[in-house]
């Protein structure tokens, strides 16, 4: 398996392009779409899904960029009305198509060659989700190196996101977080040193 990482100029929002073989998943999109269909192109992969953690603007901005090729976007329904609002000046010009909008916590989901497991994490949003795909863990907003995401925007609540982080960081397996923002950390890691998973 593959990992490659796109960050965005605005925001610093990282987008994934997840490969095994010939196909890719691409985790969150950020607000250009050029270099990730550039890299997709010159790698020879076929996306076969965008994967979004969350509904803030700057992880879904460009999904539509997406939709309109036929890339099925796959997010919880509860997130998906989030991109239509105001967010720190930002909105949406266009929406994006859905191909299913509703994920169930732990469902695993299989996309070409490629097996993702979806963990329900709400706390930053309502409907925040990390995804699993081998020892690797895409945590979104929720879970930084050394730090964690906002609750204190529309559809957050630092309770759940405690109780949800608690539950993340409990897992018996050393996973390799790759946030949305930011470098990349392990559960162990914020285990011992996150003082906001305690």
């Known amino acids: 398996m593959e990992i490659q990482v796109i960050v965005a100029d605005y925001n610093s929002c990282n987008a994934y392009i997840v490969s095994e ?20 192109k010159s790698e ?26 036929g ?3 796959y997010i919880t329904e509860v997130d998906f009305e989030m991109p239509k609002n105001e967010f720190f000046g930002l909105r949406l010009k266009d929406g994006f198509k859905v191909f299913k909008p509703t994920f169930i916590d732990k469902d695993v989901y299989k996309f070409g060659d ?14 925040g989700v990390c995804y699993l795909i081998g020892d690797f863990l895409f945590s979104g907003d929720t879970l930084f190196k050394g730090n964690v995401g906002r609750s204190d925007l ?3 609540c630092e309770k759940t996101l405690r109780t949800t982080l608690k539950g993340l960081v409990g897992v018996q397996q050393d996973y390799q977080v790759l946030p949305g923002h930011g ?3 392990s559960i162990f890691h914020e285990r011992k040193y996150n003082v906001f998973t305690k």
């Open 154 to 156: 529309y559809g957050g």
């Open 21 to 40: 073989g010939k196909s890719c998943v691409v985790v969150d999109v950020g607000f250009d779409s050029k270099p990730i269909f550039e890299y997709v």
């Open 44 to 69: 020879g992969l076929h996306i076969e899904a965008v994967l979004l953690t969350h509904g803030h603007p700057d992880h879904v901005h460009v999904a539509k960029d997406f939709s309109d090729r």
């Open 183 to 185: 470098e990349q950390t």
């Open 114 to 127: 490629i097996e993702v497991r979806v963990i329900h994490t709400p706390g930053h949003t309502k409907g």
């Open 71 to 73: 890339v099925p976007v």
